[in-house]
């Protein structure tokens, strides 16, 4: 059985769901619930499994409703996305960590790195260069830092994850792909280990379970006791997370 997204989009339409959202229908084979995923900007995604009944998906919405008029109303006041000027001084974080701007002479070789405490960058020829090389930096570094630190968190969980990477992921701060593959947003490598570490558990996670129910909560929960309390410290973090932006 293959599910018909139109008939899963008008199930969907027929509950009290708010005009003014913005939401779409996706079909994810792998999964075996539906999932919902909510965009920095209150649009939401319904995936849903191959052989999903819209009948069913449109119950396990209208259960969701509330929590997820809440969540969006929350997406939607957001402050304007981060910018950063790319002037001597402006401040960077790295793993928690604050490290000031400092611009050096462009040269062959020359490259962005942290050093004596200073995250240096060779002089742009125009500002998105600039912003576009620290954001390769961040990728870089931080791939480095997730590999060293997967294997330990992937062992606790009790998966085998293929690789692991930070890139450019858009509105989405980590995901996990149909071969095993952990990526995590590189604007995720500003916060503290603690936060990191949460982003990874949880498509380390995903690997056991597709889906957001009680099951995939739990094996997060075991893997971090104090989830909780770092969802809500990374929910007020989130919104000052700089994603590139420079002027």
């Known amino acids: 059985m293959s599910t018909s997204v139109p008939l899963v989009q008008e199930a969907i339409a027929s509950l009290p769901v708010p005009k003014e959202w913005e939401w779409q229908v996706v079909v994810r084979p792998r999964r075996r619930t539906l999932g919902i995923e909510i965009t920095l900007d209150g649009g939401l995604l319904f995936a849903v499994p191959a052989d999903a009944d819209p009948r069913a998906v449109a119950d396990a919405v209208r259960s969701r409703l509330p929590r997820l008029a809440d969540e969006v109303r929350r997406r939607r006041e957001y402050p304007a996305e981060p910018v950063k000027e790319l002037v001597g001084g402006t401040g960077f974080a790295y793993l928690g960590r604050r490290h000031r701007l400092k611009l050096v002479p462009a040269g062959e070789g020359q490259r962005v790195r942290l050093h004596l405490g200073w995250l240096e960058l060779p002089r742009p020829a125009a500002p998105e260069e600039g912003g576009q090389c620290i954001a390769e930096w961040y990728a870089e570094r931080g791939s480095r830092w997730l590999a060293t630190r997967m294997s330990s968190l992937a062992g606790v969980i009790g998966v085998s994850p293929r690789s692991v990477a930070a890139r450019d992921l858009g509105r989405r701060w980590g995901?996990?792909?149909?071969?095993?593959?952990?990526?995590?947003?590189?604007?995720?490598?500003?916060?503290?280990?603690a936060l990191v570490d949460l982003v990874l558990v949880h498509e380390l996670c995903h690997l056991r379970e597709p889906g957001h129910g009680p099951r995939f909560q739990r094996e997060v929960r075991l893997a971090l006791p104090d989830a909780d309390a770092r969802e809500r410290r990374f929910a007020e973090e989130e919104p000052l997370l700089w994603r590139g932006l420079v002027r």
């Open 175 to 193: 995901a996990c792909g149909p071969d095993g593959s952990i990526t995590v947003h590189w604007a995720v490598m500003q916060l503290p280990t």
